[in-house]
């Protein structure tokens, strides 16, 4: 395994690692340890280049310190990716490999699934690194936690926005119907709401339409449809100048990370008079979860502190408001105020 260090100004620790033998390249960053250490999911995912992977493994790391912060976990913030295509065959080599590049850091980050990974690819990490999380058995797949957590902060911000939050009625755009996004759209559905959906995979649109009885439009289609909430539930960035514009709808809560391109665009979201609920507070049920494993929790603890999501957007909306800025700025400020706090604690 070749590992090198890269010196990134507010992360405390960034490599990357790579295996020709196994083809395997990864990235691990590691934002912060100030509550505990850098938990975070492994992206697998064919990136353009190296700087594109590191910029989304920055920003997701980030995130999750914010995210741990918001909800309450000791543990700080991290992530890792991990570049090529996530339809291989060769999973045992390349999770092998990551779970080498995991145990260089020993502790400083540990590894779950994300986008392109699974419990069980993490179970091949696990063979490499005892640094890991939501192994199958115990905490497991953090994504119907978060699409519960999602949905709470959806009727959060429909409370805020409309004064009921009953969404029974109301028309949802979902973008994305993997594992977080599709069981997003069982709730909505169960709670009456009217769904128009886009995926880039025909046969999970599919589904979405046969068993949910879903409007089904084109993924270029998704940002201009005529709703109350958008929910983007695909990759990040999807909020930026040529998308914003395009929105017809009221609010905008998700379960993607790192919604906005740029931090500006939380400003125009909120100039266009749409409710954005910060992606890493509604979307925090997953690493809520993880108190299964680290807190030795039981499940109805943890549900909820799942739910109690809905109470954090709520305060979050109403510091905004206060403040005259916008939501995610107001999740920020939040955010810092509590690692602050705890800092200080602890000198």
Known sequence: MNVSEIQVDGYERVVAGSEPESGYRGIIAVHSTVLGPGTGGTRFWNYASQDEALRDALRLARGMTYKSSLAGMPLGGGK?????????KDRE?????????VETLKGKYIAAEDVGTSPADIEIVSRETRHVGGLAGKSGDPSPVTARGVFHAMRAAAKYRWGSDRLSGKTVAIQGLGHVGYTLAEHLRDAGANLIVSD???EKVNRAVEKLGATRVSSSEIFAVTADIFAPCAL????????IPQLRVQIVVGAANNQLLDERHGDLLK?????????????AGGIISFGIECLHWDREFML???????????HIFEIAEREGVATNVAADR??????QQHAQAAD
């Open 80 to 88: 890792s990716v991990i570049l090529g295509d996530n339809r291989t």
């Open 236 to 243: 990040g960035a999807i909020l930026n100048d040529q998308t």
């Open 93 to 101: 080599k390349i999770f092998r490999a990551h779970g080498r590049l």
């Open 271 to 283: 100039k266009r008079n749409i409710l954005y609920a910060p992606d890493y507070a509604a979307n």
């Open 304 to 314: 909820t502190k799942v739910d109690a999501i809905y109470d954090t957007l709520l």
């Open 200 to 202: 880039v995979d025909d």
């Open 334 to 339: 939040l955010a810092e105020e509590r690692l």
